[in-house]
């Protein structure tokens, strides 16, 4: 999940602020060394996070684009200059910019907004926009909430009170709002001085940037590892009381299976698992494993002291690793209560491969094609062998015990051009009767029984008038008949839209009118 670290530059940041010692400190100061708090720790717990950095004033620059690389994102941050006055929303809209443009609107992103509180003054100040955010048009809306799902944690070099003696913290309370409530605001408890800075940003890396650790089980062997990023917690909407669902830190594997017979299932989250080893030093530091290509990606085996690489040591999930990958399977392993996902082996590039984590949607059968979970068992206590005697045959997918129609003749609407094509159809059938009589008022009925369904009385009289609209319209070489049917229809289709259950019925199918053309056109067509 990548992050944007958006940092506010402008002159009310040079703001001094009394601290203990002699050295002279300004607002930007303490924000710097909160960053350099946040990055540190990425850069020993997070090495796999993207962060890009983007400076703000009345303008806004991309300082650092997307890397993993905090050596080049700590220079950039001692390095910025002070500008004028604050205009948020410009910035808002490069942060959307620069993530649609590298991520796609599909990817989860974190923005970390750091300020002290003063959002500027007159017009492109907060309180300006969003004092007029519901006057605009298209062109000029608002850029929140994104178009890609975020997470907006705004850090305010400023205590509480001091935000609480004009509008600043209702207005980022709105701006957070804005985004879906994803998020939230930190301010500064106490004094402000190095010491709570670091307690504000220490609260940001436990909610947002603490590292999931489990421990990896499968029979007798197990492994303690990394899962990235953290899963999120999962909200069943169906439930009557819904209660958000944990992944648990102990996973265990269930069963292997053909990755042929997984196929592509679909997941709610895809995640990495890093093997680690604890160091038996004195300082039991966590260590990346990397052993066929099981451990880190290629900008990891840098020699760093967070990052020194454990080989050596025999290590389960390398072995998993590298028997999924060789053997072309895939290992489903229970994440919680009634909850199942899958292990797999992932190439990123010809000569490097991570061992992948895809959740599934909780529930024992998630993969219908597979049946329930829990009551796959292994091949061998089958009467014969499901896959035969030389793999050539699966036992998937299993076929349901009802067979299922997919042949519903069930109308649905979802745009606008849907409806026009149905409304068409009618019409073109309408302007070459008596020919198309059959099909005329099949697509007739199948449109007035959605309309019923829904309750869409103003689209019947609207094809009423459209079909009066078309008799008068007949040319004078017309069929005699297509008159007499077409206002025929229209009739009905009027008498239906009254809501009289005596022409309204659902059941009800509005049939060809009879007339002494109608015997009299099918017999000499049959000449």
Request: charged letters at 20%.
């Amino acid at each position: 999940m990548p992050t944007v670290v958006m940092m506010d530059v402008s002159l009310s940041m040079t703001r001094p602020v009394v601290v203990e010692s002699s050295e002279e400190f300004q607002r930007k100061n303490l924000a710097i060394h909160g960053l350099t708090m946040l990055f540190e720790h990425m850069a020993t717990n997070y090495r796999l996070e993207f962060t890009a950095l983007l400076a703000f004033s009345s303008l806004w620059e991309l300082m650092v684009p997307f890397t993993r690389d905090y050596n080049t994102l700590q220079e950039a941050l001692n390095n910025l200059e002070d500008y004028d006055k604050t205009c948020l929303e410009s910035a808002l809209q490069g942060v959307s910019n620069i993530v649609q443009q590298e991520w796609g609107s599909g990817c989860p992103c974190q923005v970390v907004l750091v300020t002290d509180g003063s959002l500027g003054i007159g017009r492109g100040s907060l309180r300006h926009s969003l004092q007029t955010i519901k006057q605009r048009g298209d062109d000029k809306k608002f850029p929140l909430p994104f178009l890609f799902p975020s997470k907006l944690y705004v850090m305010c070099i400023a205590s509480a009170e001091e935000l609480q003696y004009g509008d600043a913290l209702e207005n980022l309370e709105q701006l957070l709002n804005l985004n879906g409530g994803e998020g939230q605001i930190f301010t500064m408890e106490g004094p402000l001085c190095l010491k709570n800075v670091q307690s504000m940003f220490g609260k940001l890396i436990d909610q947002a940037y603490s590292p999931f650790h489990a421990v990896l089980r499968c029979g007798n062997l197990s492994s303690d590892v990394q899962v990235f990023p953290r899963p999120e917690p999962v909200q069943l909407d169906e439930e009557v009381d819904p209660a958000p669902r944990t992944i648990l830190t102990d996973l265990e594997i269930v069963g292997f299976i053909e990755i042929g017979d997984i196929s592509s299932p679909p997941v709610l989250s895809r995640h990495l698992v890093l093997p680690i080893a604890v160091n038996k030093g004195p300082s039991h530091q966590l260590k990346y494993v990397d052993e066929l290509g099981a451990g880190a990606p290629d900008d990891m085996e840098e020699d760093s002291s967070s990052t020194q690489m454990a080989g050596k040591s025999p290590n389960f999930c390398v072995l998993l690793h590298g028997s999924l990958k060789v053997e072309g399977m895939v290992a489903l392993v229970q994440l919680g209560p009634d909850w199942f996902g899958m292990l797999y082996s992932q190439a990123d590039s010809k000569k490097k491969s991570n061992l992948m984590m895809s959740l599934f949607e909780p529930g024992s059968e998630p993969l219908p094609w597979l049946g329930k979970i829990p009551q796959l068992g292994p091949t061998s206590d089958a009467a014969e062998n499901p896959y035969g005697e030389d793999d050539s045959k699966s036992p998937f997918p299993l076929q349901p015990k009802n067979k299922r129609s997919y042949a519903q003749n069930v109308t649905v609407w979802i745009k606008p051009s849907g409806l026009q094509t149905d409304v068409q159809k009618i019409l073109r059938n309408a302007r070459k009767l008596p020919e198309k009589t059959q099909t005329f008022y099949k697509e007739l009925n199948r449109l007035r029984k959605a309309a019923l369904a829904f309750g869409f009385w103003e689209l019947l009289k609207g094809v009423a008038d459209l079909l009066e609209r078309e008799c008068t319209l007949l040319p004078d070489t017309a069929h005699p008949d297509a008159a007499f049917q077409l206002s025929h229809a229209a009739q009905q289709l009027k008498l239906a839209s009254t809501g009289d259950s005596q022409y309204a019925a659902f059941e009800h199918n509005i049939t060809p009118m009879l007339t002494d053309f109608s015997g009299g056109a099918g017999d000499r067509d049959r000449l």
